[in-house]
């Protein structure tokens, strides 16, 4: 019961994350060439997605070892894990920049109202939003996919995803704007953490580490992941303040 | 067709995948967890690879941080 209610947390977390993503490009095409092409190309990949985690799942649930799929799909969540933190410890450090949804707003609506219409079917728009809503989704349907092979419940994790893609499309059809006041960096950096302390208690279950009460053992994994991510960004931050230092001096 | 097979694996794989030495470092302490929880059957193995897998976090950052200090686009 608890490890499902974590892996709700995550794929709710997660699915939102990229789902802003998706929505900026959506409203971008929308505004700029109508909403038709782009909402058609946006369900378009959803369907897709939806048909590939529900076969995968289904797939693999049934038909591979619990211990192997663990393992595999917990080092796989953690590979991923640990790259969103990796990213939003660099962001944070200031090294790299944050994501701006703005921006990506102000690009693709640039891109989308110089392409021509073909044939009386706006097929840039579409093209556009299914590209865009398709790849940001690949990361969501992974999620999803790999909290409901490791949890063994793919209704929960579904339901954490559904309930993410449908909160951030309400925001967008009330607010008709990208949601820029969204704290992304902030919110990549805890499911970053939460998915490579997760994918690390799965990997481990696949290894036959026995785990003290079982997925309350997830806390301490978190509290090491958050040192971990607490203890870099201080080390990135000192050098540049030192240099900042002498340059005043 | 193989252009955008490949541009799809590409997409892929970089959703696991920021620096090839560190993904293998990383799959080394998997490897590393799985031999030593055969061993011995307890969390502390768990403990072991996760205590690892959180110093190549920092690592991995002081890396990243001293390339692109140094030029080096992300």
Redesign the interface.
Same mark, same amino acid.
């Not at chain 1, 290894?207 to 003290?212: A, D, I, Y």
């Given at each position: 019961m608890g490890a499902s209610w974590w892996g709700f947390g995550a794929a709710f977390l997660g699915s939102a994350v990229e789902s802003v993503e998706a929505l900026t490009i959506v409203l971008a095409v929308g505004v700029t060439r109508g909403w038709r092409a782009p909402l058609q190309g946006a369900v378009a990949a959803l369907a897709i997605l939806a048909a590939l985690v529900l076969t995968l799942g289904q797939l693999l649930t049934t038909r591979v070892s619990e211990a192997v799929l663990r393992?595999v799909i917990g080092?796989?969540v %953690?590979?991923?894990g640990?790259?969103w933190?990796?990213?939003a410890? %660099?962001r944070s450090?200031g090294?790299?920049p944050l994501s701006d949804e703005g921006a990506r707003y102000a690009k693709t609506a640039r891109g989308a109202g110089v392409a021509a219409r073909l044939a009386g079917v706006d097929w840039p728009a579409f093209a556009i939003a299914f590209k865009g809503v398709f %790849?940001e989704g690949?990361?969501v349907a992974?999620i999803v996919f790999a909290v409901a092979a490791s949890s063994g419940d793919l209704r929960v994790a579904g339901l954490g995803g559904v309930a993410a893609i449908v909160t951030v499309a309400g925001l967008g059809v009330v607010l008709r704007h990208p949601l820029t006041r969204i704290p992304e960096n902030t919110i990549k950096h805890a499911v970053g953490i939460l998915l490579?302390s997760l994918g690390?208690?799965w990997?481990?279950e696949g290894?036959?580490?026995?785990?003290?009460l079982d997925a309350v053992?997830v806390l301490?994994?978190l509290a090491?992941?958050l040192?971990?991510?607490r203890?870099?960004?201080t080390?990135?931050r000192t050098p540049v303040r030192d240099l900042t230092a002498s340059e005043a001096a | 067709m193989l252009r955008r097979l490949r541009a799809v694996a590409s997409?892929?794989l970089g959703?696991?995948?920021?620096d090839w030495l560190? !993904?293998l470092l990383?799959?080394a302490i998997?490897a590393g967890?799985?031999g030593l929880?055969?061993q011995v059957?307890?969390?502390a193995?768990?403990?072991a690879? !996760? !205590?690892a897998?959180?110093?190549s976090?920092?690592g991995? !950052?002081?890396v990243?941080?001293r390339r692109?200090?140094r030029g080096a686009r992300?």
């Open positions: 393992s080092g796989l %953690l590979m991923f640990l790259r933190m990796h990213k410890i %660099l450090a090294l790299i %790849l690949l990361e992974f490579a690390t208690f990997a481990g290894f036959g580490v026995g785990w003290p053992s301490p994994l090491l992941y040192g971990a991510s203890l870099s960004i080390l990135l | 997409e892929l959703l696991f995948v920021t560190f !993904a990383t799959l998997l967890g799985w929880s055969r059957h307890s969390a193995a768990g403990f690879m !996760a !205590a897998l959180a110093l976090v920092v991995e !950052a002081l990243s941080a692109l200090r992300w």
